[in-house]
């Protein structure tokens, strides 16, 4: 459960209240969090960092004080303290001779499939080359709300896991571990070394908010469990200010809590099922089963659309499942009830008669 000694690429996530201290980057930590990572190089291991920081550091250096507030002052705090943080990381690596390289993310590149592996192909290469990528979303030009699309990079460190196929995603916070209850509200709470599937009571406990330039809390990193969780990764949730933590971890010791993997899809399922739904198909229970069977959805099986997309793109069905569909969503609702046989005069020659296949359809467990 705690061995990682065949862990050779490891994500290291590390969030804004760990690495910030006064309203700026902890130096002293980056270059802790420098060594550690340096030595893992040493022995043949690939390492990712996803960092947060950014905000806040940006922040700092305007002399903002408290929690700032608005999409747009967020954007401009981001802009300012994405290269303060850079060099800061850039600087401490450099006294190993490690190299690293900044990857800035919207959910936009990851939702876009030739984007998507374009970004796979470029931390392959990175990672070959010996360099240590540093990741973070790119808060300065996304359209989402910052925070609401990866919250605190909780849920962008998972799906880079999930996406280099990571053996091992160690996910560095103030949260020392998951609790067996709320430990803010109960105290015989206790922390749980070890969890093998995340349950409705623990996601309940999961509820809470995240620092002061941070967005995330226990909720997401739940979130970013089920992510690593189907890429067949562990993810172990520690005190990132406690003592050589890394290199503990790797050791096998018990610090924190680790969330052992359900299952393990394949990369492209991996990608429909983390990519955001353009729409709904609605299917009875026949279509609902057959997909769960491994088979294909057909026309005869849809009940109702909802949505406007275009053939390609992901969408739910019903709530159980993902799927990329053969057929734009106006043609669906064309040829929604009918049989494959009517599909040709309703759409023309050279149209599919199958809305997925099975290689194209996830279950949402």
């Not at 620092?211 to 992510?227: D, V």
Request: aromatic share 4%.
């Amino acid at each position: 459960m705690r061995d990682f000694s065949k862990a050779k690429r490891i994500v290291v996530k590390i969030g804004t209240n760990i690495l910030t201290k006064d309203d700026s980057v902890d130096v002293a930590y980056v270059r802790r969090i420098a060594r550690q990572i340096s030595s893992l190089l040493a022995t043949g291991r690939q390492v990712v960092i996803v960092s947060s920081g950014a905000i806040g550091m940006g922040a700092g250096q305007l002399g903002l004080a408290g929690k700032v507030k608005g999409t747009k002052m967020r954007q401009a705090c981001a802009a300012i303290g994405q290269p303060l943080l850079m060099a800061e990381y850039r600087k401490a690596f450099a006294r190993y001779s490690v190299t690293v390289a900044q990857v800035l993310l919207t959910t936009e590149v990851l939702n876009n499939r030739k984007t998507y592996l374009n970004l796979r192909h470029s931390i392959e290469t990175l990672l070959k080359l010996g360099v240590v990528p540093v990741l973070n979303e790119n808060d300065s030009v996304s359209t989402d709300e910052i925070g609401s699309a990866f919250g605190d990079n909780d849920k962008l460190s998972a799906l880079v896991a999930s996406k280099i196929d990571a053996d091992l995603l160690i996910m560095l916070s103030d949260i020392d571990a998951l609790y067996n209850k709320d430990p803010r509200k109960f105290a015989d709470a206790e922390p749980m070394p070890a969890v093998y599937e995340i349950t409705e009571e623990i996601e309940r406990n999961a509820a809470g908010r995240g620092s002061r330039h941070g967005t995330g809390g226990m909720k997401t990193k739940i979130e970013a469990a089920k992510i690593a969780s189907n890429a067949g990764c562990r993810i172990v949730l520690a005190d990132g200010r406690l003592k050589n933590v890394v290199e503990r971890i790797i050791a096998g010791e018990q610090i924190g809590t680790v969330f052992m993997p359900k299952r393990k899809l394949s990369n492209r399922l991996r990608w429909i099922l983390n990519s955001t739904a353009a729409g709904t198909i609605n299917i009875d229970d026949g279509a609902m089963r057959a997909v769960r069977g491994h088979k294909s959805l057909l026309p005869s099986g849809i009940i109702s659309v909802k949505g406007s997309f275009e053939a390609g793109s992901v969408v739910m069905l019903n709530d159980d499942a993902k799927a990329v569909t053969n057929l734009g969503s106006s043609q669906l609702r064309a040829c929604a009830g009918k049989h494959s046989a009517e599909i040709k005069k309703l759409l023309g020659p050279g149209h599919r008669d199958v809305v997925a296949t099975p290689e194209n359809i996830v279950i949402i467990d």
